[in-house]
Structures are given as C-alpha cells and as structure tokens.
C-alpha cells in the first residue's frame, strides 16, 4: 500500500502536528509501507477491505468502533488520543455522515481535526465508484462555508 496523495483543509496537517505530532508519523508510516498489502479478492467486498486496513491500526493500538463524542449512536471507524479516523474507501456518497461526525464533534470541543482516507485511483481498488481524493475535495469545497473542520485527507492505492 502506498499513500497516493492529501488534502490538507483548513491547515489540519499543522494542527495534527501540533496536538499529536507522534500520531501523524504513526498514521504515514501504517498507510506508506510496501508490506502492508490490501487483499482486493476477500470476501464481502469493500466492508472487509475496510476492515483490512483498520486492523493495521488497531496493530498500532488504535481503538476500532469508537462512539462519535456528541452522538454516540454513531462510530468513528477508529480513535486514538481523540484523533478521530473514518475509513471512506468504499461508495461516494458515504462522506457525508463522516462530514456530520466530524462536524459535529468540532463544534462541541471534543475533537481539534479529523482524518479520512480515501483512494487515490478508484480503478486500482476494482471499480470507478469509489470514494476517491477528487471527489471528497469537490464535496468539501462544496460547504466549505459551514464545514470548519480542519481535515487531512490521505489518499492511498494498495
């Protein structure tokens, strides 16, 4: 696996640097390291590819399945030191509850940034519909006026 690229909205890889300077060569480290290797055929599709990629974290001791602090109905995909994770490899339309998540976290102090990963080239994870880099940065752009979370968004292939 390899990181393809970021975007870093609203200087969220300053903040990251400055609240959890460890935690960002921890998270680089994890998603730019040629051994670990994402398994494309498993079964289940996307879910369990998701899954792949949260457990070389939780091998890092992040903690999976946190409760989002404001609404805990909801679950960040994983959580270290209050440094939320969402894990959006899967279909496009599905940033938009990580956006509420993040958002609403932000807005009542319990968190300082969020982090997504996404793909970098849709085609090489096996389909065009993917949550890739461009179309989370389009997303973005398109609330920017309300949505004040600074964001790292790290793009990956396998």
């Given at each position: ?6 975007f ?69 995909d ?31 102090g319990?968190?300082?940034?969020g ?11 096996g ?19 309300v ?12």
């Amino acid at each position: 696996m390899e990181v393809y690229d970021e975007f870093n909205y609203r200087n969220a890889k300053s903040v990251l640097k400055k609240e959890h300077p460890s935690l960002l060569e921890e998270i680089y480290s994890i998603l730019d390291d040629p051994k670990n290797k994402l398994d494309l055929t498993s079964e289940g599709k996307q879910r369990q590819i998701s899954k792949q990629l949260q457990n070389l974290f939780v091998d890092k001791s992040w903690e999976k399945e946190v409760s989002v602090y404001s609404i805990p109905e909801l679950k960040y995909d994983l959580v270290k030191d209050k440094l939320p994770i969402e894990i959006e490899i899967g279909h496009k339309r599905l940033v938009y509850a990580d956006f509420f998540e993040f958002l609403a976290d932000y807005s009542n102090g319990h968190i300082k940034l969020g982090i997504m990963i996404v793909t970098g080239e849709p085609e090489r994870f096996g389909h065009t519909w993917h949550n890739s880099l461009d179309s989370t940065k389009r997303k973005i752009k398109a609330i920017e006026k309300v949505f004040l979370v600074p964001l790292l968004a790290i793009a990956i292939n396998p």
